[in-house]
């Protein structure tokens, strides 16, 4: 790999992180179309650190009220008495379907799911019931009167997530949207619920990369980097843009990009 690559995928995972338009899957996309090699699960879970270090980042002040709510909730023995220790119950509780999965399906992840048949048709798939769901959405409820069973469902949503051109952010906004929330919220309860699952991940494959013959070092920490700042600007990016705006966009360009990439693979031009 070489630096310029490091870059690339660096702001292809910082970029397309939170976006519901799946990393995994332009991680997979952009090497293939550049002719470069796969730089596989291990590399692009490591490189997520970044963009885990960027939502920790943006939502520093949101994070510290719900540690404190959390410990509150326990000591005075009404865990679930405040919206902020209730979301933190949220972050934990949906964290853990995603983590059983990730856990039993771990080959299958790094093997199987990463065709780009699989992609293509995940893309389109998950493009269509986002289309639906916010077509049906209330967009009435905000984090305010979040549940601990809203923590579950939208936990299993990002499950999904598992299937590489899904979108982590993508299947839990779509639950959220499911359960009410309006575009926003459903976007600060994604980028939340991101924060445990991607760290862990990403330590987890941290780990074994760097117990591997060869290491990657500086190229991991380039694209680290590269993915945090893009991430960054991702997070800020979309909560403007949800405010005054649907997910249409998304939408149309997961079609397209689900029906181009099916295009080249049948035609022989993209090998799966």
Known sequence: MTVLQAIVLGLVQGITEFLPISSTA???IVPALLGWSDPGAAYSAVIQLGTVAAVIIYFAKDLGRLLAAFFA???SRQPFA???SRLAWCVMLGTLPIGVAGLLLK??????????YVISFSLIVLALVLFVVERIAAHR??????TVKDGVIVGLWQAVALIPGSSRSGTTITGALLQGFNREDAARFSFLLSIP???LAGVFELKHLLEAPERPVLMMAIGTAVS???GLAAIAWLLK????????????YRIALGGLLLALLTTGRLAP
């Not at 843009?241 to 149309?252: A, E, P, S, W, Y």
């Open 141 to 146: 409820r905000t984090l305010a009167d979040v």
């Open 197 to 199: 699952a991607t760290a």
């Open 73 to 75: 909730g326990l000591k």
């Open 26 to 28: 332009h991680l997979r």
């Open 228 to 230: 945090f700042a893009s």
């Open 82 to 84: 405040t919206a902020d």
């Open 107 to 116: 080959k299958t992840i790094e093997t199987t799911f990463r065709s780009l």
């Open 241 to 252: 843009l949800l405010k005054t705006r649907g997910m249409l966009g998304f939408v149309i």
